[in-house]
């Protein structure tokens, strides 16, 4: 059953939910405030890319802003570029 991520666009608090066949059914609200109004959000995952060989330059690497509801992350991943 996967876990799914979503922020409030009401009072945006991050929030979890656990999808099983009966939450399908069912729209998901705010734990917190009860609002309907929210928005899914890419989860976060940890993942090991390097070996003790690859220079840092070849590690993806995060940038943090500012964004409409909070801080937003931004993850370039090396390799070709079209």
């Known amino acids: 059953m996967p876990i799914y991520e979503f ?19 069912v729209a998901p609200v705010c734990p917190h405030c009860q609002s309907p109004e ?3 959000v890419l989860s976060r ?3 090991r890319v390097s070996s003790p060989s690859s220079p840092a330059s070849s590690l993806p ?4 802003r500012s964004c409409g509801s909070g801080n937003c992350s931004t993850i370039e ?3 070709p570029t079209k």
């Open 61 to 64: 690497q995060v940038h943090s």
């Open 38 to 40: 929210i928005t899914r």
């Open 7 to 25: 922020v409030c666009d009401h009072c945006c608090r991050n929030f979890e939910l656990l999808a099983t066949r009966s939450a399908d059914q």
């Open 45 to 47: 995952v940890n993942a």
């Open 77 to 79: 991943i090396p390799g």
